[in-house]
Structures are given as C-alpha cells and as structure tokens.
C-alpha cells in the first residue's frame, strides 16, 4: 500500500495538535502542583471519586474511567491513601473487588483545588476560543474520539457533560 503522505496544510494541522498535546498536560499539572501538591492525574482521580455516588468507585471502574492500567491507578490510590484523601476497602457486593472512596479530606482537596484548576483551563483553554471555535473544538473532539474510542469505551466520561435541549 503506498504512503498517504501529510499535504502542507494537514501537516501543519498535525504539528500545531501534537504541540498542543504536548504543552497542554506540563500547563495543567503544573500548576495543580504548584497549589494543591498533586499531578493532573491525581487530581482526575479525586474528581472521579467526588462525582461518583456516595464517591466511590470500584477501582476497576476507576481504572477505566481515567483510562489507567490497573497496576498504574493502584500505585496513584495507595499514594492519595497514605495523604488520608482517599481509601481503600473490599467491595460488599464482590469481595474479590476493591473500592475506592474519597475521604472527607480528599472531598475537601478536590473543592479548594477545583477553582484554580477550572481558572488554569479557562486561561490556556476555553477564553483562547470564541463560542463558535469552542463548538468547533467540540466537533473535532467528537470526530478525533470516534477515531480512538470506536467502541464508546469512554463515551460515558466524555458525555455525562453534554448539554440537551
């Protein structure tokens, strides 16, 4: 099969992604740990804890919902565990299965460190964009995650936000 090769203008368009995607995370985890002590990955995981009910999750659930390896959200939980934000038991319904839940001072991190976050977004993000690039951004979102998430694994976590009506 012969190479599709990238034209100047899809070439251009891919570099200027990757950059984004790049720079973006460094932008973000930075300053979570510069306020809150705690990489953007921790923080998501608290965030899932605190949005789920009664915040807790299975971690298998977890696992998925942040997209991490097992092993990697295990490594993560036990070091929110040892901090006192989050904690660790079997699972009532499965005893094979561990629990995760967000303690009171993990509900207490995620609510003193969400207003920087959401101000760090709103900065490299969202008032970058007009409304109608922030619709755009969406549209492409939605185009690029039918590409990578062509079963709807994720689905679940990216659609809960969507505004019907």
């Given at each position: 099969?012969e190479t599709?090769?990238l034209t100047?203008d899809?070439?251009?368009?891919w570099v200027?992604?990757?950059t984004?995607v790049e ?7 930075s300053?979570?740990?510069?306020d809150?002590?705690l990489t953007?990955f ?7 804890l605190s949005e789920?009910?009664?915040?807790t ?7 998925a919902?942040?997209s991490?390896?097992?092993?990697r ?5 036990k070091?929110?565990?040892a901090?006192g934000l989050?904690?660790r038991?079997p699972c009532?319904?499965?005893?094979r299965a561990t629990?995760?839940?967000l ?8 609510a003193?460190t969400a207003p920087g976050?959401v101000a760090?977004?709103?900065q490299?993000?969202?008032?970058a964009?007009?409304?109608e690039?922030?619709g755009?951004l ?19 976590l990216?659609?809960?936000h969507?505004?019907t009506?």
């Amino acid at each position: 099969m012969e190479t599709r090769w990238l034209t100047k203008d899809e070439l251009a368009a891919w570099v200027r992604l990757y950059t984004v995607v790049e720079l973006l995370p460094n932008a973000l985890d930075s300053q979570l740990r510069r306020d809150a002590d705690l990489t953007s990955f921790e923080y998501y995981v608290l965030a899932m804890l605190s949005e789920a009910p009664e915040r807790t999750l299975r971690m298998t659930d977890l696992a998925a919902q942040t997209s991490a390896t097992l092993p990697r959200l295990s490594h993560v939980v036990k070091r929110l565990e040892a901090r006192g934000l989050v904690e660790r038991f079997p699972c009532p319904e499965d005893r094979r299965a561990t629990n995760a839940r967000l303690s009171d001072d993990g509900w207490c991190k995620v609510a003193e460190t969400a207003p920087g976050h959401v101000a760090n977004v709103r900065q490299h993000v969202i008032d970058a964009l007009s409304p109608e690039q922030l619709g755009q951004l969406r549209g492409i979102a939605d185009a690029l995650l039918g590409q990578l998430d062509p079963d709807e694994a994720m689905a679940p976590l990216y659609r809960r936000h969507d505004v019907t009506g």
